[in-house]
Nanobody
């Protein structure tokens, strides 16, 4: 059973930073990309960033490029327990949303994560940016 548990959300002032973490367990993640999505009140869920299984390739939504960085713990000491991170800098009020970690049910490309629907999802962590 795949489980994704996010942490690290909170309240931050505009211009500040937060690092979100996603603890993933329940399968061999060495072949699967990881991704982050977000959903603001009254809006649809949107793609934020994705990272390849090796951690070498990354893909970002245009509005996050240069401010957000996705990375993952690929030490592979234990392929069934990994952590994905989203470092968010220069936060803006429009970044306020619930942030969700995701990994696809099937092996897909890093870029395909941006439109993937057949994912495992975490419960989300709230990020609130005050202006």
């Amino acid at each position: 059973q795949v489980q994704l548990v996010e942490s690290g959300g909170g309240l931050v002032q505009a211009g500040g930073s937060l690092r979100l973490s996603c603890a993933a367990s329940g399968r061999d993640f060495s072949s699967y990309p990881m991704g982050w999505f977000r959903q603001a009140p009254g809006k649809e869920r949107e793609f934020v960033a994705a990272i390849s299984s090796t951690g070498i390739k990354t893909y970002y939504a245009d509005s996050m490029k240069g401010r957000f960085t996705i990375y993952r713990d690929n030490a592979y000491r234990d392929n069934a327990n990994i952590t994905s991170y989203l470092q968010m800098n220069s936060l803006k009020s429009e970044d306020t949303a619930a942030y969700y970690c995701a990994t696809p049910a099937r092996i897909i490309s890093t870029q395909a994560m941006s439109t993937a629907q057949d994912n495992y999802w975490g419960q989300g962590t709230q990020v609130t940016v005050s202006s």
